[in-house]
Each structure stands twice: as C-alpha cells, then as structure tokens.
C-alpha cells in the first residue's frame, strides 16, 4: 500500500500564487509515476500535470506556462507550484502515484486538497 498526504490548498485571488505538496509513504518500491488532477464539482477529473522519474513532465494545456510540476525521489515527494492562479482552477487537486509491482500497475489517490481562485 502507498499513502499520499496532500497539503498546500487553500483560497487565493486570481494572479495569485499557491504550492501543492504531495508525499508518499508506505510500499514506495516501483513508483514511477507522481501527478495531479484536478476536479471540479459536476465535472470529470482532469490531467493537470504529471511527472516521471526520469524528471520528464507534461501538462494540461490550460495549465501550461502557469504551473510547475516538480519531483523529490528522495522524499518521493511532488509538489505542484501554481502561479497566476485563475477562477476556472477552482477544483479539488488530487496526487496520484503510478507503482509498478510484482509485474502488475497500480494507481493511488491522495485525499485531495481544495484549491479556491475567487476574489
């Protein structure tokens, strides 16, 4: 089992800037994969951006040239830096981990932290 503890949502203005933080523990062994996703109430959950351990990253493109994905292997930890935050990115952010074990693919989700843009 992997556990994700997500931290860093809360209520920002639009052009604002906030930091997720996302932290594994647990059966860490194959993880490859480490991303976030974002959904809003009514809505599909979304890509917003994921990264590899080989550091190579993607993102939405409404998300692009805004926000930073980024990856501590040693704490397998992931953080997500948003900047110039708009009212449209109001969503609930979740981290998901890919792990690869015993030859078999395995997704865990994080609690989801709220992410609020509003004047």
């Known amino acids: 089992q992997v556990q994700l503890v997500e931290s860093g949502g809360g209520l920002v203005q639009p052009g604002g800037s906030l930091r997720l933080s996302c932290a594994a523990s647990?059966?860490?062994?194959?993880?490859?994969?480490m991303g976030w996703y974002r959904q809003a109430p009514g809505k599909q959950r979304e890509l917003v951006a994921t990264?590899?351990?080989?550091?190579?990253?993607n993102y939405a493109d409404s998300v692009k040239g805004r926000f930073t994905i980024s990856r501590d292997n040693a704490n397998n930890t992931v953080y997500l830096q948003m900047n110039n935050l708009k009212p449209e990115d109001t969503a609930v952010y979740s981290c998901?981990?890919?792990?690869?074990?015993?030859?078999?693919?395995?997704?865990?989700w994080g609690q989801g932290t709220q992410v609020t843009v509003s004047s």
């Open positions: 990264t590899t351990s080989g550091r190579t990253t």
């Open positions: 998901n981990v890919r792990q690869y074990r015993f030859g078999s693919l395995y997704n865990y």
């Open positions: 647990g059966s860490i062994f194959g993880i490859n994969a």
